[in-house]
């Protein structure tokens, strides 16, 4: 899009509808993920107690932790403090974009 606006020799490739395409797709995309995000922050919503972590020297999802209490439900996903905040931080700045 931005090639075709500023570029002399790509204006006769601009379209004003492949244009307005483009920016209902982005919108829809941006909107569907702001839902998805607050939704899976407030997925988390049980306290866990985490005893120890290791390492097992992979390269991709090395980590793991023992869980001494879990409540009511079973998670794939367990987050600190930090990444709660990360998550709320993330739907804030796209609600406040909207």
């Known amino acids: 899009m931005i090639i ?3 570029t002399q020799s790509f204006h006769n490739l601009y379209h004003i509808f492949a244009v307005l395409g483009m920016e209902i797709l982005l ?3 941006w909107l569907s993920a702001m839902g998805v995000v607050a939704a899976k922050r407030a997925s988390f919503k049980y306290t866990v107690t985490i005893d120890e972590c290791y390492n097992d020297g992979t390269l991709v999802s090395s980590n793991f ?3 001494s209490k879990r409540e009511l439900a079973k998670r794939a996903a367990i987050l600190t403090s930090i990444g709660l905040y990360g998550l709320v931080a993330t739907a804030c700045l796209c609600a406040l974009e909207l």
């Open 4 to 6: 075709t606006e500023k």
């Open 27 to 29: 919108v829809i995309l």
């Open 65 to 67: 932790c023992t869980v």
